[in-house]
């Protein structure tokens, strides 16, 4: 369903020289899978999704989803089709929810944005309790919120419009560790529910092999491994990926 192929990025950052963020990534990622993406920090994972969302372009290479290529450097309004199939969550509830606006109106902006017919208020309510809040938190505003909360509520806007890719970076890294379990189980549950593709990043190993049937290893741009969960986890080929397996918990 979504592929990227040698997905390069280079960037120039400030005075220094340009960082090419990705090398010769080639991923082919199947329809209702889930891929679980793991690697240092600066090793590229945040840039293959916004790759994948359109949110970034290579400088060379392919991306598409679906079938059909994404192409970030065009018109915005080509890729309302992009948007209608995918929905994403940053790793800040704190940063990606809007503090003016009530959680009703963030949660159902998707579907005011796709231009989507009707009344979104049922929606709205509906995807809130899937997500464990109750109805009433459409009225409230995000500051009202835990942490665990506003990251509830950035994945019922994520699933509001019903897409089939849900992008998830680092979802959980700015979570206190006590709430962590339960919104990586409520990910797990969207996602079979939903017959939803997942890409979920982490650096923490332990919560890809719970979620995700596949991994992949990236490291320095790289995707250096890639395969089963279980087989990763039993017989890890990359020096790396053992070295990760070592310092997990
Ligand atoms: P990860 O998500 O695995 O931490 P990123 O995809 O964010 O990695 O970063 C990949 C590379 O791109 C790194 O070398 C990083 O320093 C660089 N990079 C990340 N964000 C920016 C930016 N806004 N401008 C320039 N370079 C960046
Ligand atoms: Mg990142």
Redesign the pocket.
Known sequence: MTRTYAGA?E????SRPV????HDVDLDIRAESSLG?I????????????LLAALDAPTSGTVEVDGRPVDAAGPARSLHWLRALTGIVFQDPYASLDPRMSVGRIVGEPLWALGAPGDHRARVEEVLLRVGLDAEAAERFPHEFSGGQRQRIALARAIVHRPRLLLA??PLSALDVSVRARIIDLLARLRTEEDLTLVL?S?DIGVVAHVCDEIAV?KD?RIVERGRTADVLARPRHPYTRELLAAAP
């Open positions: 990025r960037r120039p950052f400030g960082t090419t963020a990705l993406i690697g240092e920090s600066g090793s590229g994972k945040s840039t293959l999704v916004r970076d680092e990043v650096h990236m741009g």
